[in-house]
């Protein structure tokens, strides 16, 4: 069982991740017309106002304690009033992309976290830095998958015409089930894996190109 060290460790990158993806959905959706998320407080890096019980908490701790080499999680999605955006569907292409985006944001910002720690030799920050990048690239990549409501379908559901996206939009009520299958399936093994090694290979050699 992990310590109260490891667990910090990996619960303050997961936290941050979570937190900043769900408030770039908010920042992205009120600057393109749509206050929703704004008036609702979701705008805010207050982690409290994200949480998601089962995504934030159980699933994560679950992983951890397993001690799987992999972990995910999920906030509670930010309300987002599509017709309200100016844009229309490419507004939407780009609230969905604005979570993503900023997990990759924030892990170049670990990636520099860990060039200082490393640097000036300080072991916790150097492991934090190590899975806030890797929180973040899963983070990232996860949500890209195309099933509702991830942020993958929400890009797919915009370039579809209207009648198939509706029908494609209906899966939602079953992507849980959907997510939780391939989990204890082993799916995300075939659909998130590969495509994070390739991000962390990259993270890998701008570190010892930078360091």
């Known amino acids: 069982m992990p310590d109260f060290q490891t667990l910090l460790i990996y619960i303050i990158p997961l936290v941050f ?6 408030a770039a959905h908010g920042w992205v959706a009120s600057k393109l017309g749509d206050h929703t998320a704004r008036m609702m407080g979701r705008v805010t890096l207050d982690p409290t106002k994200h949480i998601d019980p ?3 908490i159980a699933i994560p701790l679950v992983l951890l304690l397993s001690s799987s080499g ?3 999680g ?3 999605p930010v309300p987002i009033n599509f017709n309200a955006l100016r844009s229309g569907k490419s507004g939407m292409i780009w609230v969905a992309l604005a979570g993503p985006g900023a997990n990759l944001l924030m892990a170049i910002g670990w990636l ?17 830095g190590r899975v806030g990048i890797l929180v973040n690239c899963v983070l990232a990549v996860f949500n890209l998958l195309p099933i509702p409501p991830l942020d993958g379908s929400r890009v797919i559901s915009a370039l579809l015409p209207n009648r198939l996206s509706y029908q494609y939009n209906q899966l939602e009520q079953y992507g ?7 989990m204890f399936l082993g799916g995300f093994n075939y659909l998130v894996r590969p495509v994070v090694e390739f991000l962390l290979s990259w993270f890998q050699f701008a570190l010892v190109i930078l360091r």
Do not use: D, Q, R, S
């Not at 991740?17 to 769900?22: D, V, Y």
């Not at 520099?112 to 934090?128: K, Q, S, W, Y």
């Not at 849980?176 to 391939?182: D, E």
């Open 17 to 22: 991740a979570i937190t900043l993806h769900e």
């Open 54 to 56: 089962i995504g934030t």
């Open 70 to 72: 992999f972990i995910f």
């Open 112 to 128: 520099i976290i860990m060039i200082i720690a490393i640097n000036m030799n300080i072991p916790v920050l150097i492991e934090m």
């Open 176 to 182: 849980l089930y959907i997510l939780l299958g391939l």
């Open 74 to 76: 999920w906030a509670k």
